[in-house]
């Protein structure tokens, strides 16, 4: 792994890792639920317009795939990460519209070294996501496996 | 609405709909994590085999997103669908690898009118995807808001 991997020791309860923002466009939108979430307020601007939300907004599936990059450029990318076992919540609180910008941020709310691996542990987190507004536009509870640092890699 | 649209009152506890089944190609699969998920373990076959997966897996949140194009397709698409507030549980419980087909179902688990709002219920449902082995792959715990059945449509 190289320099600046983030390994299960790096993670702490009340940890808050800043992962940046990201504007979506209706062109990503669109994109993205006429492959997987077709309803009519995510691919169609005239039926969006006639709906609850008054114009297309983005798949729920797409918030969280756009916040996972963003958990991916910034911690995974460069980490030991053995995927994960899944999710305990995802909560779309607020709608995300073409345009809008969303601030994401990484907080570490427990860690366990596994008991029957020894080289791994999992690290459960929260990743939220704010609009230019301030709103919660969405909450993601979730899991990750983390490979343990190496003894020889500077383990203080 | 067209003939044949889901409303909240078409919902009902233990009801299984199958939505058929699905294969996956190692090109989806990379070309989803390459935008979402550029884990190396999704994006790099040389990387995928040196890891505990052997060979390239697809991200969890496209075993999620293919499910859910699967649940527009049967339900959804043609549905009083008012969108999500959100999932309560998500297990990846089998790696998803190109040529993989995974077979999925919607089972509904409860239903509930809205008491503050009668044009509307919402339904919790799990969406079970069994991979070709007849492995639970993934399972995801969700909520659905419906409109209901206007009375000119025919509600007996």
């Given at each position: 792994?190289?320099?600046?991997?983030?390994?299960?020791?790096?993670?702490?309860?009340?940890?808050?890792?800043?992962?940046?923002?990201?504007?979506?466009?209706e062109?990503?939108?669109?994109?993205?639920?006429?492959q997987?979430?077709?309803?009519?307020?995510?691919?169609?601007?005239?039926?969006?317009s006639?709906s609850?939300?008054?114009?297309?907004i983005?798949?729920?599936?797409?918030?969280?795939?756009?916040?996972?990059?963003?958990?991916?450029?910034?911690?995974?990318?460069?980490?030991?990460?053995?995927?994960?076992?899944?999710?305990?919540?995802?909560?779309w609180?607020?709608?995300?519209?073409?345009?809008?910008?969303?601030?994401v941020?990484?907080?570490?709310?427990?860690?366990?070294?596994?008991?029957?691996?020894?080289?791994?542990?999992?690290?459960?987190?929260?990743?939220?996501?704010?609009?230019?507004?301030?709103?919660?536009?969405?909450?993601?509870?979730?899991m990750?496996?983390?490979?343990?640092?190496?003894?020889?890699?500077?383990?203080?």
């Amino acid at each position: 792994m190289k320099k600046g991997t983030w390994y299960f020791e790096d993670f702490y309860v009340g940890q808050e890792i800043p992962l940046g923002c990201r504007s979506v466009t209706e062109e990503e939108i669109v994109a993205f639920a006429t492959q997987f979430d077709p309803q009519p307020f995510h691919v169609d601007r005239d039926a969006a317009s006639a709906s609850i939300f008054g114009e297309v907004i983005a798949s729920g599936w797409h918030t969280c795939s756009m916040m996972m990059r963003m958990v991916v450029d910034s911690v995974l990318g460069a980490s030991s990460s053995m995927g994960s076992p899944g999710l305990d919540k995802v909560r779309w609180q607020q709608p995300v519209r073409a345009g809008d910008t969303l601030t994401v941020s990484y907080i570490t709310t427990a860690v366990k070294a596994s008991s029957s691996r020894p080289d791994r542990g999992v690290v459960w987190s929260t990743w939220q996501a704010l609009n230019q507004r301030g709103e919660v536009a969405c909450i993601i509870e979730g899991m990750g496996m983390f490979g343990r640092r190496p003894k020889e890699d500077g383990d203080a």
